[in-house]
């Protein structure tokens, strides 16, 4: 068990994306079954076309962005829930003045991000 302060934990940027860093609150070794993380993609950033070994189960926790499932368009903001199958494509652009941030809660699998286009 633990409990630690989410600003205590380091935000690393994103090899891929503009403007995209990460941060994993709790990783695969400090839990069994489920890893999570907080993503924070700046306004004006984005994250290219990919795909991802396993399914992504998020929250979003501030500002807006336009996540691209599958090839269907979704706005999303403040509140709102996001589930992304393993293997699906999916993007995302943010929308309006702030930063877009969202928690992610993976499974403690093998996972890889695969990009689809080239950020940019």
Known sequence: MS????????NEPLPVGIGA????????????????????????????LHINLVEHEQYVLK????VVIDD???????????FIPA???????TLGEEDFVFLCSVPNKTDET???????
């Open 21 to 48: 860093s990460k941060a994993v609150l709790i990783s695969s070794q400090e839990a069994p079954n489920f890893a999570l993380r907080k993503f924070t993609i700046r306004s004006g950033g984005s994250m290219p």
């Open 87 to 93: 293997n699906v494509p999916h993007s995302y652009t």
């Open 114 to 120: 695969i990009l689809i286009e080239k950020p940019g």
């Open 63 to 66: 500002g807006k962005a336009l």
């Open 72 to 82: 269907v368009p979704h706005e999303v903001q403040t509140g709102d829930v996001v």
């Open 3 to 10: 409990v630690k302060h989410s600003h205590e934990v380091a």
